[in-house]
């Protein structure tokens, strides 16, 4: 009787063990935070720039243009820094919505490199920024 109790008592530290270790595993395996590109503490501009913006486009660069690591899996990444670009835009009211000229603004994602785990999670990444007349095509 003592070994049946034994291995009854032997079964429950092992499954204990393996909960353990199941929970441990899956705590370590937490996903990355998302990624978030929205400007903190943008404050409205004190200079305005002498153009109307009416259009904002955010592409990956060309790779002869790309200047570093960028992801092949990232499709859903340039709408989001779209997003965060025109949101800072409207914080800062950085343009003329009555100025005659009219601009684009095209952003090209030359480098993005987020990390696959980690404890401080930075996203080493780079842009060129061109604005454009749209009636001259002048940068």
């Known amino acids: 009787m003592a070994a049946f109790i034994s291995r009854k008592s032997f079964r429950m530290h092992a499954r204990m063990a393996i909960g353990a270790l199941l929970i441990t595993l899956l705590a370590g395996c937490a996903s990355a ?22 259009a904002v486009s955010v ?53 993005l490199d987020p990390p696959m785990g980690g404890a401080t999670m930075v996203t080493d990444a780079s842009a060129k920024y061109l604005l454009v007349n749209r009636k001259t095509g002048e940068t």
């Open 33 to 54: 935070p998302p990624l978030n590109f929205s400007v903190q503490d943008v404050s409205p501009s004190t200079h305005k720039l002498d153009a109307d913006l009416r």
């Open 59 to 111: 592409s990956y660069a060309a790779p002869n243009e790309q200047t570093g690591e960028v992801p092949s899996n990232g499709e859903a990444i340039p709408e989001l820094w779209e997003r965060a670009v025109v949101e800072a835009i409207n914080k800062s009211s950085m343009f003329d919505d009555e100025s005659t000229k009219k601009v684009n603004l095209f952003v090209k994602i030359q480098e």
